[in-house]
């Protein structure tokens, strides 16, 4: 439905009409939970097919809603409550990078690399820098790289922990039929 006749070649619009639930004279409310977890799926091909275990999948969604009376006949409340828990680990396989080590950077058995201090190697960091076995820069950017290239090969934890709340006072004046919602 659209305020513009289609001659006039207006944007297209669109209406929305939402009605939201409001409290009552009587107490009122319900809850909800539902779980999934991987006990009832199969594995992944992938991992599968690379000897890797079915990871733990579990989902858990749950809420509830409530709502009644603030002053019977003239104010009613409502609240609502949701909340999503995922746990979805995420596999990494790529066999060409599994045996990367500080040997493919060209540097020997016998250095010592020092701890990495960041999660990526930075381009402006380690790229411009001539591949150098005795810079203490480059062997940084080595360790950093090969730390990266580890810590991502496998199973990775994802989690995420997602809720919302919601509340609503409907509040109906003396003077007038119409309910004002707040």
């Known amino acids: 439905m659209s305020p513009y006749r289609s001659s006039m070649a207006a944007p297209a619009t669109g209406f929305v009409n939402v009605v939201t639930r409001s409290g009552s004279d009587d107490l009122h409310g319900n ?21 890797i275990p079915r990871p733990a999948d579990i989902l858990q969604q749950f809420g509830g809603s409530l709502g009644g009376p603030v002053r019977p006949g003239r104010a009613w409340f409502f609240a609502d409550y949701e909340q999503q828990r995922q746990k979805n680990p995420m596999s990494v396989i790529n066999s060409a990078f599994a045996d990367v080590d500080k040997a493919s950077f060209g540097v020997a058995d016998d250095v010592q690399l020092p701890p990495p201090n960041a999660p990526f190697p930075a381009a402006s960091n380690f790229a411009d820098i001539p591949a150098d076995t005795t810079d203490p820069a480059y062997l940084q950017g080595v360790a950093n790289a090969l730390n990266a ?10 989690f995420r922990n997602d809720w919302a709340l919601f509340s609503k006072i409907d509040y109906r004046d003396a003077r007038t039929t119409a309910s004002i919602s707040v």
Request: net charge positive.
């Open 31 to 51: 809850a909800f939970y539902y779980n999934r977890n991987s006990g009832t799926g199969a594995n992944d091909a992938v991992n599968k097919a690379n000897g």
């Open 149 to 158: 290239i580890h810590s991502s090969l496998g199973i990775n934890p994802r």
